[in-house]
C-alpha cells in the first residue's frame, strides 16, 4: 500500500513539472495553441543561436591558441637553430684565438731574444746584407701584424 501511494505522488509530481514545462497543453483554442508553440520555437532557436554561436567562438578561440602555440614551437625551434649555429661559431673563435695566442706568444719570445742580440751580430750571421734586410722587413712585418692581432 505504501509503494502505491509513493508511485502515485511521484505520477503525479512528473505530470506536474511536464505541465508546467509545457504550459501550451492547457490551451484550448487551437490558433492559441500554435501560437503558443510557435513562440516556444522561437525562444528555442534564439537559445539555438546563441548556443551555436558559443560554440563557434570557443572553437576559434581554441584554434587560435593552437596557432599561437604551433607559432611559439616554431620560433623555439628556429631560436635553437641560432643557437646551435653561435654555439659552433664560438667554439671556432675560441680555437683560433687559442693559437692566435700561442704563436703571439711564440713570436713575442723570439722577438725578444733578437733584440738582445747586437744587430751588428745579426748582419755578420746572415748571409749577406741582402738577407740581414730580408729578416728585418720580415722581422718589422711580423711585429706590425702582432701589435694589430693584439688591439683586435
Known amino acids: 500500500m505504501r509503494t502505491i501511494i509513493v508511485l502515485w505522488l511521484l505520477l503525479i509530481a512528473v505530470t506536474s513539472v511536464v505541465l508546467a514545462a509545457d504550459n501550451c497543453i492547457g490551451i484550448s483554442d487551437l490558433d492559441k495553441?500554435?501560437?503558443?508553440?510557435?513562440?516556444?520555437?522561437?525562444?528555442?532557436?534564439?537559445?539555438?543561436?546563441?548556443l551555436a554561436g558559443t560554440i563557434a567562438y570557443l572553437d576559434n578561440k581554441t584554434k587560435l591558441t593552437l596557432s599561437q602555440i604551433e607559432k611559439t614551437e616554431t620560433d623555439i625551434k628556429t631560436l635553437e637553430e641560432e643557437v646551435n649555429v653561435l654555439t659552433v661559431k664560438i667554439s671556432n673563435l675560441d680555437i683560433n684565438l687559442s693559437d692566435v695566442s700561442r704563436l703571439l706568444i711564440a713570436r713575442?719570445?723570439?722577438?725578444?731574444?733578437?733584440?738582445s742580440v747586437n744587430?751588428?751580430?745579426?748582419?755578420?750571421t746572415a748571409g749577406g746584407l741582402t738577407d740581414f734586410l730580408e729578416r728585418a722587413k720580415y722581422l718589422k712585418a711580423a711585429q706590425q701584424n702582432d701589435q694589430k692581432l693584439l688591439l683586435e
Open 33 to 50: 495553441k500554435v501560437t503558443c508553440y510557435e513562440r516556444k520555437i522561437q525562444e528555442n532557436q534564439g537559445r539555438q543561436k546563441t
Open 108 to 115: 713575442v719570445g723570439e722577438a725578444y731574444k733578437r733584440h
Open 119 to 124: 744587430p751588428t751580430l745579426h748582419l755578420l
